[in-house]
């Protein structure tokens, strides 16, 4: 009874972790403490329905066609393997992935928890000091037209992003990605099915997987920032990868 649900939390953790546009959306989120449970919460939602819709579809197909289940199986074993090389390579030959100095930083004009003070984005022009507080530092020997001027074309202090925006581009950035498609509704559904009776266990393995990574991404982003910060952390996090996934590609196609 455990073993399907440990599997599916592993494929499901081992497919989830690679570096993408939709984690690496989630960490900056998560760094900069702006609709974090929202995100996560639609990252975690939309994985289970893509892998919930990959079980049932792939099981119907193979109720129809027995044998079927030996190709999906040698498939799903190709490409965990491929999947691993790929994650092998990242790992030798790293494209340079990390997360920004600049997303570690707090929003301009946030309040400061340890000094519970604003820290203003001052800019100068003219004689006249702009603050993202809102406040001008006068210059005594600029004439009053030109203060009003500079006041006029002064730059906004930067604002918080708004929630719409944010779950839109969280949605976009998995529903619109077809590495999505292969990892759940293909590759976790294909894998899933191979477990006969115990696949919706394997489902809820994965399902967890789901759960517990992006909300620990999401709200663990501030612990987790000065180790993704370089490129040498996503090196280690590949390697990971590529072990554990041609381990679990291999297991497939070995006699039970």
Do not use: K
Request: aromatic content about 8%; some cysteine.
């Amino acid at each position: 009874m455990l073993a399907p649900v440990l599997a599916g939390l592993g494929l499901g953790f081992s497919l989830i972790i690679a570096i993408g546009a939709q984690n690496l959306f989630v960490l900056r989120q998560g760094l900069r403490r702006e609709h974090v449970l929202a995100v996560a919460a639609i990252c975690a939602i939309s994985d289970a329905i893509l892998i919930a819709l990959g079980v049932s579809g792939v099981g119907f197909v193979l109720e129809a066609v027995p044998w079927l289940v030996d190709v999906v199986r040698w498939a799903g074993a190709l490409f965990l393997v491929a999947y691993g090389v790929l994650a092998a390579r990242r790992a030798w030959r790293p494209t340079g992935a990390a997360l920004g100095a600049d997303d570690t930083q707090q929003p301009v004009g946030a309040v400061s928890p340890q000094e519970g003070v604003v820290e203003p984005h001052r800019t100068t022009s003219g004689g006249v000091t702009h603050a993202g507080s809102g406040e001008f530092l006068l210059d005594p020997e600029v004439s009053a037209s030109q203060v009003r001027s500079d006041i006029r074309s002064a730059p906004p202090a930067a604002t918080r992003t708004r929630l719409i925006p944010a779950l839109l581009t969280c949605l976009a950035l998995t529903w619109l990605n077809p590495h999505v498609y292969l990892d759940t509704v293909f590759l976790l559904g294909t894998v899933a099915n191979t477990h006969g009776d115990d696949r919706w266990l394997f489902t809820a393995g994965a399902m967890t997987a789901s759960i517990v990574w992006f909300f620990g991404l999401a709200f663990g982003a501030r612990l987790l920032g000065r180790w993704l910060s370089t490129p040498r952390a996503w090196r280690i996090l590949d390697a990971v990868i590529a072990v554990v996934m041609i381990g679990l590609g291999v297991s497939l196609v070995l006699p039970h």
